[in-house]
């Protein structure tokens, strides 16, 4: 039989159980630990630990410090993929399927980009793509994200604004690689 464990959160409701509280952050907690840690199997053990340790440490939970419970429960899961990520070496590529609405060279060519883009933000350190991640992907405020990762606001926009220079800069790269690579095969035709 399933335990149903109830908390004093805040709310016109009165006490919610745990599983209600966090089932709709969920998808939003593991698409943050696999865009972290790029492995699958891994991103599932460090939402699990991110759970146990927010059920754990719920108590700890303070909705009048102006957090909201889904910044709090990402926070910690963050910190979980981030571990993870420190114990593992080897990453895997994170692609999306291709959207069926465009027309095929359409969207074989913003797939393209999107995977330029993503090989930047592997190549990133942790510290880096873990705001690029918070930010764009997750879409936390700079406010949020510092409360997060436990830095100044000041530091986020930093590293945010030091990920858009790199990301800029392996996408010219690549668009200086393809040039010179097209000019080759032309000169050989």
């Known amino acids: 039989m399933k335990e149903n464990h109830h908390f004093p ?6 006490p919610v159980d745990f599983e209600t509280l966090v089932q709709s952050h969920l998808t939003s907690a593991f698409r943050v630990a696999f865009l972290i840690i ?27 410090r102006g957090t909201s419970f889904r910044a709090w429960f990402i926070k910690i ?30 969207s074989i060519l913003q797939k393209e980009k999107e995977q330029q883009i993503w090989r930047a933000i592997q190549m990133m350190t942790l510290k880096h793509r873990s705001v690029v991640i918070l930010y764009y992907y997750e ?11 436990g830095v100044f606001e000041g530091t986020v926009k930093s590293r945010l604004h030091k990920a858009r220079k790199l990301i800029a800069e392996k996408i010219q ?8 690579t097209e000019m080759g095969v032309n000169m050989h035709d």
């Open 77 to 106: 899961v963050t910190h979980r993929a981030l571990n993870m990520v420190r114990r593992k070496k080897n990453t895997e590529e994170y692609m999306d399927s291709i959207d069926p609405g465009q027309n095929p060279l359409e």
């Open 139 to 149: 879409e936390f405020s700079i406010a949020e994200i510092a409360k997060i990762l």
């Open 38 to 64: 790029h492995d699958y199997h891994l991103a599932q053990d460090a939402v699990q630990e991110a759970l146990w340790e927010a059920y754990q440490s719920l108590y700890r939970y303070d909705k009048r």
């Open 173 to 180: 790269v690549n668009k200086e690689t393809q040039v010179f």
């Open 9 to 14: 959160i805040p709310k016109e409701g009165g």
